[in-house]
């Protein structure tokens, strides 16, 4: 069972920064990607960056050359550097860890309010 617990969500102005972490746990056996991704209540969860164990990323138009997300490969946790956040960035933030078998396990979430 593997478990992953977001932290470094909050409140920040417009224009601030914010580093999310996601800590993993439990048993892993091969690790194919780790994302984030955000879901507003009512509105479906969407992709805002991967990345696989060849530390390959991938992110979604709205938050290119804004987020940088990052893998600590001795612990399996991933990061995601938020700078340039603006109030459409408010979001309940999850990371998740595929396997290669394509097993999902999400955290619980950590919110991030971006307002003034």
């Known amino acids: 069972q593997v478990q992953l617990v977001e932290s470094g969500g909050g409140l920040v102005q417009p224009g601030g920064s914010l580093r999310l972490s996601c800590a993993v746990s439990?048993?892993?056996?091969?690790?194919?990607?780790q994302g984030w991704y955000r879901q507003t209540p009512g509105k479906q969860r969407e992709l805002v960056a991967v990345?696989?164990?060849?530390?390959?990323?991938h992110y979604a138009d709205f938050v290119k050359g804004r987020f940088t997300i990052s893998r600590d490969s001795a612990k399996n946790s991933i990061h995601l550097q938020m700078n340039g956040l603006n109030a459409e960035d408010t979001d309940v933030y999850s990371c998740?860890?595929?396997?290669?078998?394509?097993?999902?396990?999400w955290g619980q979430g950590t919110q991030v309010t971006v307002s003034s």
């Open positions: 990345i696989n164990t060849a530390g390959e990323s």
């Open positions: 998740n860890l595929r396997d290669v078998w394509g097993t999902v396990s």
């Open positions: 439990g048993t892993i056996f091969a690790i194919d990607d």
